[in-house]
């Protein structure tokens, strides 16, 4: 198959574009290094900022909301963050 576009990465940037593409009739192929679903750090997260910019509904795949993290390297130097507005999880 022949596609218009090629998304290098298949984030959340990169899967949301290559849906906009799609939906307007654009031929999408997306590609990523890793194998999906995958282990990260902020994987399955995102902000309510983000989610306000959708143009669909992700309440159903909602499994967690939070309001906070703690964040460290090799559990040293520990910083508590508290994000504004809350961040949900999804897997």
Do not use: H, W
Not at 22 to 48: A, L, M, Q, T
Not at 57 to 71: E, R
């Amino acid at each position: 198959m022949i596609y218009d576009i090629l998304v290098v990465g298949a984030g959340p940037s990169g899967s949301y574009l290559a849906y906009l593409l799609s939906k307007n009739g654009v031929k999408v192929k997306i590609i990523d290094k890793e194998n999906f679903p995958r282990d990260k750090v902020c994987g399955g997260g995102i902000s309510y900022k983000t989610v306000e910019l959708l143009d669909f509904d992700i309440s159903p795949v909602i499994q967690k909301n939070i309001a906070g993290a703690f964040l460290s390297y090799q559990n040293k130097n520990m910083i508590i963050k508290d994000l504004e507005g809350g961040a949900v999880l999804q897997f």
